[in-house]
């Protein structure tokens, strides 16, 4: 039983570029999210899907899209990477006010 | 939005002491308070959680203290352990669907 496994790990983009941050969760989860966390921050929502085939702006959604591809996927992408958006992001999934589970993060730098 | 504060920022303890992290929230609707622990480099993981029908919740030598009237809820840490120093993260439901994180407390554990 994986849990939440996102991918990469790690990314260096020049500005400008793109790149998509890949989720898969195999607990059946209806809600899946993405937060970026900056130093003394904290956890930042980004975009969530409450349920397959809904999606919604979190608490910084600029610069940033999402697809929830089926139940168990759920896909950030950077169209026009800015150096702003260094942080390291975390997908989570749970059901309903339970407990939220984290993928391990993506360290991802914008030179 | 729900908006949560989280103080300390820091917090640095002698082992064997106890620990105390509070947390304010503004939505009087929100009816679920996770805890979570992040140690260095690893992702966040929920160590404890109380909803809004219940004031106290204990587990072993972490307890969870929750104040509707004031909105405020606060964690305990007894008898402190080096494996103990991680960052804190307190969070609040946002409707079913979402959670609003504080930005985080630094606990430092002194041998």
């Known amino acids: 039983n994986a849990g939440v496994t996102q991918t990469p790990k790690f990314q260096v983009l020049k500005t400008g570029q793109s790149m998509t941050l890949q989720c898969a969760q195999d607990?059946?989860?209806?809600?899946m999210y993405w937060y970026r966390q900056d130093p003394g921050m904290g956890l930042r929502l980004i975009y969530y899907?409450?349920?397959?085939?809904?999606?919604d702006k979190g608490e910084v959604p600029n610069g940033y899209n999402v697809s929830r591809l089926n139940k168990r996927e759920f896909s950030l992408r950077l169209e026009s990477a800015a150096p702003s958006q260094t942080s390291v992001y975390f997908c989570?999934?749970?059901?309903?006010?339970?407990?939220?589970?984290f993928g391990q993060g993506t360290r991802l730098t914008v030179v | 939005g729900e908006n949560v504060e989280q103080h300390p920022s820091t917090l640095s303890v002698q082992e064997g002491d106890s620990a105390v992290i509070k947390c304010t929230y503004s939505?009087?609707?929100?009816?679920?308070f996770p805890w979570y622990k992040q140690e260095l480099g690893k992702r966040p993981q929920l160590i404890i959680d109380?909803?809004?029908?219940?004031g106290e919740k204990k587990d072993q030598r972490i307890a969870v203290t929750l104040n509707k009237t004031a909105k405020h809820f606060s964690l305990h840490i007894t008898e402190t352990q080096p494996e103990d120093s991680a960052v804190y993260f307190c969070?609040?439901?946002?409707?079913?669907?979402?959670?609003?994180f504080g930005a985080g407390t630094t606990v430092t554990v002194r041998a």
């Open positions: 109380i909803r809004s029908n219940v």
């Open positions: 989570a999934s749970t059901s309903w006010n339970t407990e939220a589970f």
């Open positions: 939505d009087s609707a929100s009816n679920y």
């Open positions: 969070a609040a439901s946002i409707g079913d669907y979402k959670l609003s």
């Open positions: 899907s409450a349920s397959e085939g809904t999606t």
């Open positions: 607990m059946n989860h209806n809600s």
